[in-house]
């Protein structure tokens, strides 16, 4: 199952709680310290669960934009210009005035 099937199952299994609390409310009574506590638990979670999927949806969009093909570069054929290497010394050869040892 992907992640957002997923997603989806949690948000209906937490649509099926909100309901279930609702019918206890009614019930019981929304007066008391334990549902009041069960009700704000329901809530949290619904929070928490809306958080996870923000987050998915932009690892996701991370991801995939990831997994494009990369922008080609051209890059010429013609010699670079000699004039930027004037003042480098060969690499392991010592500088151009002196010798090696």
Same mark, same amino acid.
């Given at each position: 199952?992907s992640?957002?099937?997923e997603?989806t ?12 609390v609702g ?8 007066g008391g ?6 009700r704000?638990? %329901? ?8 958080l996870?999927?923000? %987050? ?6 991370? %991801?995939?934009?990831?997994?494009r093909?990369?922008e080609?570069?051209t ?13 480098i010394?060969?690499?392991?050869l010592? %500088? ?6």
């Amino acid at each position: 199952m992907s992640v957002h099937d997923e997603m989806t199952s949690v948000q209906r299994c937490l649509d099926d709680l909100a309901r279930s609390v609702g019918r206890l409310e009614q019930q019981l009574g929304s007066g008391g310290l334990d549902m009041r506590r069960v009700r704000a638990d %329901a809530e949290h979670l619904r929070e928490s669960v809306a958080l996870l999927r923000e %987050a998915t949806a932009t690892r996701t969009g991370a %991801a995939q934009s990831t997994q494009r093909k990369p922008e080609l570069l051209t890059i010429p054929d013609t010699p670079y210009d000699g004039s930027l290497w004037v003042d480098i010394d060969d690499e392991g050869l010592g %500088a151009r005035d002196r010798r090696a040892p």
